[in-house]
């Protein structure tokens, strides 16, 4: 068990860096308990970690909480460490649910003879309990028909069985953490966990069911609860396991398809130009006279060499001045292919092929249109532009503009900037 890890919000900074973004605590990477950065792709689910980290003040990798569904990725997941994969056929035995349905004769989740005097203590939690499993059982039986896609339940424990670690293996490396961290924390099966994140069942739903599960199963933990010194609060549990819940499908939510993302582009764009980026609507096409024109491609290329003979920064193609997206497909490319072939044609033959290590495009598609972002590093040495029907010609940024420089002016500034 680790120990939660004090937080201060005054010292926590979300920084860009090439390719993704990364959260900074106290002028540092923050780690996961096994070295990971919290470094993701997508700004906004750093940005949801980092309010969740400015509320609580701390960090608790053992909870069930976005940051630990966030490292449990990092430190297993992601190293191929999957306890519930690996330990599918043990957990799947051990499984009430599962056993109930393929047994020849299934028992009731709660036994209500023995269940009278625990109701007996807690009135407040009977209704909400027996409501929940009644929707839950409904909704596994449903859940569980579709799995094993006719099969009958009679003898079909291995058709069930192979059937859910086939749709375990399909989900994403943050359900999967989810499911394991469930399951760790709440000792409740597999299945409601692998219900919960599949949105089969609700929060409330999981929550009152694990409770009744654990209970009715005598669960050492739960009972202990129940038995112990302290008076047992179950409606407080309940609480406790739907707050959990809650905190689950909240984070898993990031990952859903159709969520809008904050990625390195969405955050470029979001900045506005600079003298370390800038916007161009195409690479080729003529937007007022509506044809190829040789100088737009050259005011994107002389952008690249002045940034590889500067600071370095980035270009990005299909967007207006004013940040608005209008795509790359206004090039009338076939496809992004063969777009991309005749960017870095151009590039090698305006400037050589020694320049390829100090550019890097990506493409990414926003609202149904794609932007280009060339990735301009600085340069080891001066970069000429000597594009075919135009002047050879030596360019720097000089703050949000490329300038050309005269050959004195040139020679003064790569003897300045290139000092050996």
């Given at each position: 068990m680790t120990k939660p890890a004090a937080i201060s919000s005054e010292t926590l900074d979300l920084v860009m860096r090439e390719e993704d973004f990364i959260i900074y605590h106290n002028g540092a990477p923050l780690t996961t308990p096994m070295g990971a950065g919290f470094a993701h792709a997508d700004a906004r689910i750093l940005k949801h970690l980092l309010v969740k980290f400015t509320l609580s003040g701390i960090y608790n990798s053992d909870g069930i909480n976005s940051a630990a569904i966030f490292s449990f990725v990092k430190d297993r997941i992601e190293k191929g460490d999957d306890p519930v994969s690996e330990?599918?056929?043990s957990l799947c035995r051990k499984d009430t649910l599962i056993g109930?349905?393929?047994?020849?004769?299934?028992?009731?989740?709660?036994?209500?003879?023995?269940?009278?005097?625990?109701?007996?203590?807690?009135?407040?939690?009977?209704?909400l309990i027996f409501w929940s499993v009644s929707v839950m059982s409904e909704a596994y039986r449903n859940f569980v028909s579709l799995l094993e896609n006719g099969a009958p339940p009679e003898g079909g424990a291995a058709i069930l069985q192979k059937q859910l670690k086939k749709y375990y293996d399909d989900f994403s490396a943050e359900k999967k953490a989810a499911v394991n961290l469930l399951l760790a924390n709440h000792q409740n099966g597999m299945m409601l966990p692998l219900m919960l994140v599949s949105h089969v069942i609700t929060p409330s739903e999981y929550a009152n069911s694990t409770l009744a599960l654990l209970l009715a199963q005598a669960n050492t933990n739960e009972k202990s609860r129940a038995n112990g010194a302290a008076p047992y609060q179950p409606l407080q549990r309940i609480m406790q396991l739907h707050d959990e819940a809650l905190k689950t499908i909240?984070?898993?939510?990031?990952?859903?398809?159709?969520?809008?993302?904050?990625?390195?582009?969405?955050?470029?764009?979001?900045?506005?130009?600079?003298?370390?980026?800038?916007f161009k609507s195409t690479f080729r096409w003529d937007l007022y006279q509506n044809k190829k024109n040789p100088a737009i491609e050259h005011a994107a290329?002389?952008?690249m060499a002045a940034f590889m003979n500067s600071a370095g920064g980035d270009l990005l193609i299909g967007v207006e001045d004013n940040g608005n997206i209008r795509g790359i497909e206004l090039d009338q490319f076939e496809n992004t292919a063969k777009f991309l072939l005749h960017v870095w044609t151009l590039i090698k033959s305006s400037m050589g092929?020694?320049?390829?290590?100090?550019?890097?495009?990506?493409?990414?598609t926003i609202s149904r249109r794609t932007v280009c972002r060339v990735h301009c590093l600085p340069a080891p040495a001066p970069v000429f532009l000597r594009q075919k029907g135009f002047d050879e010609r030596f360019y720097i940024?000089?703050?949000p503009g490329t300038a050309s420089l005269e050959i004195s002016?040139?020679?003064?500034?790569?003897?300045?900037h290139w000092k050996r």
């Open positions: 330990n599918f056929d109930n349905r393929t047994a020849n004769q299934p028992k009731p989740l709660i036994n209500v003879a023995d269940a009278i005097d625990f109701f007996d203590k807690n009135p407040e939690v009977m209704n909240e984070f898993l939510s990031f990952f859903e398809k159709g969520q809008n993302k904050i990625s390195v582009i969405h955050e470029l764009i979001s900045r506005g130009e600079s003298d370390s980026l800038e290329l002389k952008t092929q020694q320049v390829s290590p100090y550019l890097k495009t990506t493409l990414e940024r000089t703050g002016e040139a020679l003064e500034y790569i003897a300045e």
